[in-house]
């Protein structure tokens, strides 16, 4: 009788490689399809949510591709009419719209989940005639400003720019001061200078081009249109190890189960759009080269000057140390680059929050998933702490919060949210460039704006003049980023029959198993690919930025384009800061008049002030009891949440103007009633013990607002460390 052998560990691994490189290709043929299905639709995107058109930019008087929605929130979950509304801008840096809100984790899903009103701003494929950069944050304005009309009384928006939205939300800011709430920059790149060496080389690209003389060129060639999908190949190069082989293989490897994710994902990153050829180069010239956001030398159309400190609204910044395409210090490095020191932002009225994530990548940023969640979750409900602190530069501490945490009562959630105060030098302490890389930067700011003059007059009207109508189209239809998607859909005639093939495997589906050991050798075989693909990108980088420091470093280089090595940032910026210093001058006369002005909540809020600063920072243990407080007043003496918030900043300045003045002050602005004083000391007391255990220096400060207030030295009891409960 003859034996039946079982397949070996040979023939089990043939049979599975065979079986998912079918099932591979099929995978590629869907998302070759949806490739197709996106480009059909007039406006494609990623959005899990159902929405509402509440404005439509294309009937704008300078009309852009831009809209607004309100997003409608999803089966159990409501939204609160009170409640502040948040506004998410996706940026337009190449993909499609929706990234803000891919996922039911993502931004506009916590904002939700937590009560508040969401809206979102989007765009459409392609831009209308004749957009400008200006006309895209004009529209912004105007998208905000309808928002804050639906909802006069709950606060203005908080407005969320992701990557590339940030800046421009920050321009829109900067030129409407007056419109916009908190803003959170998530992932925004603003100082296109900054960085470390070793390290971030994006921001070379620049100078290894020549500068943004291609980017006309593109312009002209693609007939007055920018295609996005060279931007998506610029941010693909970064990581050649997993454009060329982790993420396909990570699809083959696992093909049983991760189709659906990375169809979804590919859905929004292969979908490019177009911009206007004349917007790319403002991007170009003013930003990604030029990095003039931060030093002021950008004006708008009718003169007025583009400068961030004009933002009255706090700012909150989240960024990442995994993060390659905004790195942390592109992320912060324009705080150093406006403000000299604590004092100046402070008396400039500015209050910025940062935080920084260990390792989430650039995308989990603002498309959170589950890693960036909890970061999103308590910004999200410590927004109106963030509008009332007083200004100043923090970073937001997010710590799990115990059973046996003080106060726990007045927590949020499992996290305690705090903010910290911080100085200019711990943003320093990030790693910048010196003032010798800087040099080097704008020796290629130089050289761009020579190679782009002369590209104008020389070689551009010759471009335009034999390129052919179609060619622009022509040329995007064959950009490797879209053939790369469109030859794997249904279009293909072969791939019908890797459909057939793919549906018969799915029915026989055998794996082998976990100890074939040609498995194993696969998997290192993966590893080994992986690693030199990273360690050839790593040295491509190595040599680009050695050739970089090499050719802008030299000093023939940057005496040909007329730098001075020992002109100074100071210089640079002369004139702004002579404007700033005279209105600080007048910022400062007012507020010398306002010593001994106020009632009961200004001598309440200062008494505050002057205990907190003996250990720095704040919780929102002390918010919620502030916000209880207020909502208790009596309706005697109302004051509003907006009201409180200009008390608070003014008594904060005071104090930081002259300390011992503003605290002696303080009787003066107290009511002579006894019961009236006790129940301010109370309220003192309330706060000051919110957050735990005060300090030594912390006592040392009760005990002089007490004497101050005329009460006889007490220690404090149960009760008034308990009371916020």
């Known amino acids: 009788m003859a034996v039946q052998s079982s397949p070996g560990p040979a023939q089990d691994y043939v049979r599975d490689a065979w079986q998912r490189s079918i099932l591979f290709l099929d995978i590629l043929r869907r998302r070759g399809n949806i490739y197709r299905e996106q480009q059909e639709k007039c406006a494609p995107n990623v959005l899990q949510f159902e929405a509402t058109l509440v404005l439509d930019g294309r009937d704008f008087p300078r009309p852009v591709n ?3 929605v309100r997003i409608t929130p999803p089966d159990g979950v409501k939204t609160e009419t009170g409640k502040r509304p948040f506004v998410v801008v996706d940026p337009r840096a190449g993909h499609g719209p929706g990234i803000g809100g891919m996922k039911p984790e993502s931004e506009i899903g916590v904002a939700l989940a937590n009560g508040h009103p969401c809206y979102f701003i989007g765009f459409l494929p ?3 005639p004749n957009q400008t950069i200006e006309d895209v944050w004009n529209a912004e304005a105007a998208f905000v400003q309808e928002v804050a009309k639906r909802h006069r009384g709950a606060g203005k928006p908080v407005v969320i720019g992701n990557c590339q939205a940030g800046w421009q939300t920050m321009i829109m800011a900067a030129t409407h001061p007056d419109v916009p709430g908190p803003l959170l920059l998530a992932g925004a790149p603003l100082s296109y200078w900054a960085g470390v060496r070793g390290k971030n080389p994006m921001r070379y690209t620049g100078g290894m081009l020549g500068g943004t003389w291609l980017t006309s060129l593109s312009g002209d060639l693609g007939g007055g249109k920018f295609d996005g999908a060279n931007l998506v190949a610029n941010f693909e190069k970064l990581n050649p190890a997993n454009t060329y082989f982790d993420k396909p293989y990570n699809v083959y490897s696992k093909v049983d189960t ?18 206007n050829a004349a917007e790319m180069q403002w991007i170009a010239d003013n930003l990604f080269v030029g990095n003039k956001l931060t030093a002021g030398d950008i004006r708008t159309s009718d003169g007025f000057q583009v400068d961030l400190r004009n933002v009255k609204s706090p700012i909150v910044v989240f960024c990442s140390w995994g993060d390659d395409i905004t790195p942390p210090q592109q992320a912060l490095g324009w705080i150093t680059d406006l403000y000299r020191d604590e004092e100046d932002l402070i008396t400039s009225g500015q209050t910025i929050v940062y935080s920084l994530h260990e390792n989430v990548g650039h995308l989990g940023i603002f498309v959170s998933g589950k890693i960036a969640t909890r970061e999103h979750e308590e910004f999200a409900s410590a927004m109106e702490m963030i509008d009332m602190m007083p200004p100043g530069l923090y970073e937001a501490l997010i710590e799990e919060a115990g059973e046996d945490t003080y106060n726990h009562d007045l927590i949020d959630g499992r996290y305690l949210f705090r903010l910290v105060p911080r100085t200019l030098e711990d943003i320093r302490k990030l790693g910048t460039s010196n003032a010798e890389d800087d040099l080097k930067f704008a020796a290629v700011d130089r050289v761009s704006a020579i190679n782009r003059r002369l590209y104008e007059t020389y070689l551009g009207p010759f471009i335009r003049s034999v390129t052919p109508p179609a060619f622009g189209d022509w040329s995007r239809k064959m950009h490797p980023n879209r053939v790369r998607f469109a030859i794997f859909s249904d279009e293909n005639p072969t791939m019908g029959m890797i459909a057939e093939t793919a549906e018969r495997i799915r029915a026989e589906r055998k794996t082998a198993g976990e100890d074939n050991m040609f498995s194993a050798v696969e998997k290192s075989l993966a590893t080994s690919i992986s690693s030199t693909l990273s360690a050839l990108g790593q040295a491509r980088d190595a040599m680009m930025e050695q050739v970089f420091h090499a ?14 090595p020992q002109g100074t940032e100071d210089e640079r910026r002369a004139e ?6 005279q209105e600080r001058d007048k910022r400062r006369a007012e507020l010398e008049s306002r010593f001994e002005e106020g009632g009961a909540a200004e001598a309440a809020l200062r008494a505050l002030i002057y205990i907190r600063r003996g250990d720095g920072g704040a919780d929102e243990r002390s918010f919620a009891v502030l916000k209880g407080m207020h909502e208790a007043q009596p309706t ?9 918030k200009e008390a608070l900043r003014e008594q904060s300045l005071l104090i930081r103007m002259d300390e011992e003045r503003a605290v002696a002050a303080i009787p003066k602005l107290l009511p002579s009633d006894k019961a009236e004083r006790a129940r301010i000391w109370r309220a003192v007391q309330r706060l000051a013990h919110a957050q735990g255990k005060v300090s030594g220096e912390v006592v040392r400060r009760l005990a002089r607002i007490e004497k101050l207030l005329a009460f006889p030295t007490a ?7 308990n009371a916020a409960k």
Do not use: N
């Open 66 to 68: 831009y809209v607004l």
């Open 126 to 128: 392609e831009p209308t």
């Open 258 to 275: 991760e189709a659906e994710r990375f169809l979804e994902f590919e859905t929004w990153w292969g979908s490019p759009i177009l911009m």
């Open 551 to 564: 050719t802008y470093g030299s000093p023939l280089m940057q005496a040909l384009v007329g730098l001075d």
């Open 576 to 581: 702004r800061e002579q404007l700033r210093e």
């Open 636 to 644: 005697s003496r109302p004051h509003s949440m907006t009201q409180l």
């Open 715 to 721: 220690p404090v009891d149960k009760e008034h460390a």
